[in-house]
């Protein structure tokens, strides 16, 4: 079937612009979490829901950042007024049902920030 | 807080060659750990996985076992492949009724094999 997949692949902005990426979990999924990843270091937790229940938003960076996923399905997560610390490949992983069943990860978006 | 150290990389090798890839871990309460694969130009993938101490986690001919005394998740491969050459990431998720089962991620090895 289907695996988690995410939207765009590539972005560019230009500093200051807001941004919006889009994670597509794997159909029936319950539990989905956002991770960023700086170039050349491993995931860092960013967010988690459970169906549209947002549980931890803990590792988001600012107030610059927002998710959502209003019908517990389909999430977005908006970054406003882009610095190029952002800059990085942002992952959704989505589980079953269980926050502790395994997470199965989308290819990523890498935002670029000039 | 918990944490994830991994040896650096880049860690090169022939085919055939024993690999190590050490991982050892800080952490309240008693862990999930994990080791994820990213194959050039894919997403990352579930590797193998322990859940409770001394559990060996295994899969593709890759192992790890869960060493609470020694608080590592050592991977292991008897003969490694071309194509086994990706980064290797360990992870862990946390116990406890609080845990939102969000995955804490060392820095990633990379691993190249040599025809």
């Known amino acids: 079937g289907a695996g988690v997949s995410q939207s765009p692949r590539y972005k560019v902005a230009k500093r200051g612009q807001d941004v919006a990426l889009r994670c597509d979990p794997i159909s029936g999924h319950v539990s989905l979490f956002w991770y960023q990843q700086a170039l050349g270091q491993g995931p860092e937790f960013l967010t988690y829901f459970q169906n549209e229940a947002q549980l931890d938003k803990s590792g988001l960076p600012s107030d610059r950042f927002f998710a959502e996923r209003p019908e517990g399905s389909v999430s977005t997560l908006k970054i406003q007024r882009t610095q190029q610390e952002d800059s990085a490949v942002y992952l959704c992983?989505?589980?079953?049902?269980?926050?502790?069943?395994?997470?199965?990860f989308g290819p990523g978006t890498r935002l670029t920030v000039l | 807080g918990n944490s994830v150290t991994q040896m650096e990389g880049p860690v090169t090798l022939s085919e055939e060659a024993f690999l190590t890839i050490n991982c050892t871990y800080t952490?309240?309460?008693?862990?999930?750990l994990f080791w994820y694969v990213q194959y050039p130009g894919e997403g990352l993938q579930l590797l193998l996985k322990?859940?409770?101490?001394?559990d060996k986690g295994s899969n593709k001919g890759f192992e790890a076992t869960y060493r609470k005394e020694t608080t590592s998740f050592h991977l292991e491969k008897g003969s490694v492949q071309v194509s086994d050459s990706a980064v290797y990431f360990c992870a862990l998720s946390g116990a406890g009724s609080s845990n939102t089962g969000k995955l804490i991620f060392g820095q990633g090895t990379t691993l190249q094999v040599k025809p």
């Open positions: 992983a989505s589980s079953l049902v269980r926050h502790t069943d395994t997470q199965y």
């Open positions: 952490a309240t309460g008693y862990p999930s």
């Open positions: 322990a859940t409770k101490a001394d």
